[in-house]
C-alpha cells in the first residue's frame, strides 16, 4: 500500500508526474471549446425576428368591411 505523502513534502519531480497525470484525465480538451463574443458580427446568424416562410408580401387578400 502507497504512503500518503502531501503534495508540499513531495519532491518537485514527483508533484510534476502528478500535475501531468491530471491534466490527461480531461475527456473533452477545454481549449476548443471557445465561446464566441457576442460583440462580434456573425453574417451567417440570421436575424431574431426572421421567418423563412413568410408570405405576407406575395399577394393580397382584402378584407370584406
Do not use: H
Amino acid at each position: 500500500m502507497k504512503q500518503f505523502v502531501p503534495r508540499d513534502k513531495m519532491s518537485k519531480r514527483r508533484r510534476k508526474m502528478l500535475d501531468a497525470e491530471k491534466r490527461t484525465l480531461w475527456q473533452v480538451n477545454p481549449t476548443t471549446k471557445v465561446i464566441q463574443s457576442k460583440k462580434v458580427y456573425d453574417r451567417k446568424k440570421q436575424p431574431r425576428n426572421y421567418e423563412p416562410y413568410d408570405f405576407r408580401g406575395c399577394f393580397y387578400l382584402p378584407q370584406a368591411m
